[in-house]
């Protein structure tokens, strides 16, 4: 960090802050003393500079530089500090940032919602509620499908993530962490998440007969049927990154339409064109009820939006939230869609994730403990096992795996699930950023292997 942005910090009142304080060690205890909450753990990752980044390129206090293959968790659709996006940006300087969305019309909002409309599928008559964070978005449409079906239940997969707040933390079930000792917010219905490389039914996807569909006509039998809508991730995100079968995730369509309800995607992570799709969902060939986005919309920026049908709400004010799609963020997030399409980057995303594909297949041909690498477009998740036969799985490997990759490699990376990680990497990613990326967690897990 350079001696201006440390001036700042010292004209906001923060006098003993200096360059000698610049240091992983100093600022991760004192975040440790203030910050209630970090879902990392801060024995692995480095304090963050907030005044450098340059693409998938990430810096910690004391300069050291990481290949970052986590895109903020899927949040910064093109990386850090794009420069396009910065010009946008400082060319909208003076618009009024401080007009909440909800409670009074503004033209940007209005035409950020027509626009978000038009990209998720389907071609029935939208309408779209904005919000600041995932969960909301999750929680905006389940409060729609409730207020216009009447029902208050839902099926929900195991595992799955939809957010740590009331309703959606009721759909979560991705580590007991999350959950224990908070009520459920709303009745949820659980099944299995289509999990082909551990399929609980035994089955193998080329010849299956999707008997997860059939559990959850089962439980819907059997547990009650007066579901407001099923809920699902188009790829599992946090909960391992797991990618479903299209046939599974039209099963699960067709039964929840079966017995009358509402199928909502989750598309928080997945979305946004991330998969070479605008919504992942598209991959499975399925038209959702709802559309629940966010991470990416923003760019870096907090914002979310729920999109389901018309009405979605049966009267004015039955759902809002003071802050969402200020002015200044619905420009910026149509910048963002306008850019995607412009520079064609939902096809790059699909060439891309192929070759991220590719290239982490041949550390499953090179390890015994890569168990299965899967993924669309750039989510792509690696799974490490004991052993290929067992498919035991290898959790505290994994985490050496993440602690080498982050500490020796200068990967920035992340778990996903039980005993997977994940690679969500910005838009701007290049090939040669990845065959980068690779032989880094190559040697990773080299590294976790012989320690
Ligand atoms: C699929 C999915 N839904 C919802 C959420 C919650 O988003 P937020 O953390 O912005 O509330 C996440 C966050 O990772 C997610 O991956």
Same mark, same amino acid.
């Given at each position: 960090?350079?001696?201006?942005?440390?001036? +700042?910090?010292?004209?906001?009142?923060?006098?003993?802050?200096?360059?000698?304080?610049?240091?992983?060690?100093?600022?991760?205890?004192?975040?440790?003393?203030?910050?209630?909450?970090?879902?990392?753990?801060?024995?692995?990752?480095?304090?963050?500079?907030?005044?450098?980044?340059?693409?998938?390129?990430?810096?910690?206090?004391?300069?050291?530089?990481?290949?970052?293959?986590?895109?903020?968790?899927?949040?910064?659709?093109?990386?850090?500090?794009?420069?396009?996006?910065?010009?946008?940006?400082?060319?909208?300087?003076?618009?009024?940032?401080?007009?909440?969305?909800?409670?009074?019309?503004?033209?940007?909002?209005?035409?950020?919602?027509?626009?978000?409309?038009?990209?998720?599928?389907?071609?029935?008559?939208?309408?779209?509620?904005?919000?600041?964070?995932?969960?909301?978005?999750?929680?905006?449409?389940?409060?729609?499908?409730?207020?216009?079906?009447?029902?208050?239940?839902?099926?929900?997969?195991?595992?799955?993530?939809?957010?740590?707040?009331?309703?959606?933390?009721?759909?979560?079930?991705?580590?007991?962490?999350?959950?224990?000792?908070?009520?459920?917010?709303?009745?949820?219905? /659980?099944?299995?998440?289509?999990?082909?490389?551990?399929?609980?039914?035994?089955?193998?996807?080329?010849?299956?007969?999707?008997?997860?569909?059939?559990?959850? /006509?089962?439980?819907?039998?059997?547990?009650?049927?007066?579901?407001?809508?099923?809920?699902?991730?188009?790829?599992?995100?946090?909960?391992?990154?797991?990618?479903?079968?299209?046939?599974?995730?039209?099963?699960?369509?067709?039964?929840?339409?079966?017995?009358?309800?509402?199928?909502?995607?989750?598309?928080?992570?997945?979305?946004?064109?991330?998969?070479?799709?605008?919504?992942?969902?598209?991959?499975?060939?399925?038209?959702?009820?709802?559309?629940? +986005?966010?991470?990416?919309?923003?760019?870096?920026?907090?914002?979310?939006?729920?999109?389901?049908?018309?009405?979605?709400?049966?009267?004015?004010?039955?759902?809002?939230?003071?802050?969402?799609?200020?002015?200044?963020?619905?420009?910026?997030?149509?910048?963002?869609?306008?850019?995607?399409?412009?520079?064609?980057?939902?096809?790059?995303?699909?060439?891309?994730?192929?070759?991220?594909?590719? /290239?982490?297949?041949?550390?499953?041909?090179?390890?015994?403990?890569?168990?299965?690498?899967?993924?669309?477009?750039?989510?792509?998740?690696?799974?490490?096992?004991?052993?290929?036969?067992?498919?035991?799985?290898?959790?505290?490997?994994?985490?050496?795996?993440?602690?080498?990759?982050?500490?020796?490699?200068?990967?920035?990376?992340?778990?996903?699930?039980?005993?997977?990680?994940?690679?969500?990497?910005?838009?701007?990613?290049?090939?040669?950023?990845?065959?980068?990326?690779?032989?880094?967690?190559? /040697?990773?897990?080299?590294?976790?292997?012989?320690?």
């Amino acid at each position: 960090m350079d001696e201006r942005h440390i001036q +700042i910090l010292r004209d906001l009142g923060f006098t003993d802050i200096s360059p000698k304080t610049m240091t992983n060690d100093y600022w991760k205890k004192r975040a440790a003393e203030a910050l209630a909450i970090t879902t990392q753990d801060r024995d692995v990752y480095g304090c963050l500079d907030h005044t450098r980044g340059d693409g998938v390129r990430i810096y910690d206090v004391e300069g050291t530089e990481y290949l970052d293959v986590t895109g903020g968790v899927a949040v910064r659709a093109f990386g850090l500090r794009y420069k396009p996006f910065l010009a946008f940006e400082a060319s909208i300087a003076d618009v009024v940032t401080e007009l909440p969305g909800q409670d009074f019309d503004a033209i940007p909002q209005t035409l950020l919602a027509e626009r978000v409309a038009r990209l998720t599928p389907g071609t029935h008559r939208k309408r779209v509620v904005f919000t600041t964070s995932g969960a909301r978005a999750v929680e905006g449409c389940m409060k729609s499908a409730m207020d216009v079906s009447g029902k208050r239940r839902f099926v929900a997969f195991r595992p799955a993530f939809h957010g740590r707040t009331g309703y959606a933390l009721a759909l979560t079930a991705s580590n007991s962490r999350h959950k224990s000792g908070f009520p459920q917010g709303v009745d949820v219905t /659980r099944v299995p998440y289509p999990y082909c490389y551990r399929c609980p039914y035994g089955q193998q996807v080329e010849s299956c007969n999707i008997q997860c569909v059939e559990a959850l /006509r089962y439980a819907l039998q059997v547990e009650g049927d007066d579901i407001a809508a099923t809920v699902m991730e188009p790829i599992c995100g946090e909960g391992g990154l797991i990618v479903p079968p299209a046939k599974a995730v039209k099963g699960m369509y067709e039964v929840t339409k079966e017995f009358g309800a509402y199928f909502m995607s989750d598309e928080v992570q997945a979305g946004m064109g991330r998969t070479g799709k605008w919504c992942a969902v598209e991959n499975h060939g399925v038209i959702p009820d709802f559309v629940s +986005i966010a991470k990416a919309l923003g760019g870096g920026y907090p914002m979310g939006a729920s999109i389901g049908p018309v009405p979605m709400f049966t009267s004015a004010s039955r759902h809002s939230e003071t802050f969402s799609a200020e002015p200044k963020l619905s420009l910026l997030a149509l910048w963002l869609i306008k850019h995607m399409e412009d520079g064609g980057f939902l096809k790059k995303n699909a060439e891309n994730g192929a070759y991220l594909m590719k /290239r982490l297949g041949e550390l499953e041909d090179k390890h015994e403990v890569v168990g299965d690498v899967r993924g669309i477009g750039l989510m792509v998740g690696v799974e490490f096992v004991k052993n290929k036969t067992s498919k035991e799985k290898a959790r505290e490997l994994r985490e050496r795996v993440v602690e080498n990759a982050v500490q020796k490699q200068k990967l920035w990376i992340l778990s996903a699930g039980q005993n997977c990680i994940r690679f969500t990497p910005s838009y701007v990613i290049t090939k040669a950023d990845i065959d980068d990326a690779v032989d880094r967690f190559d /040697r990773a897990i080299a590294g976790a292997l012989s320690a």
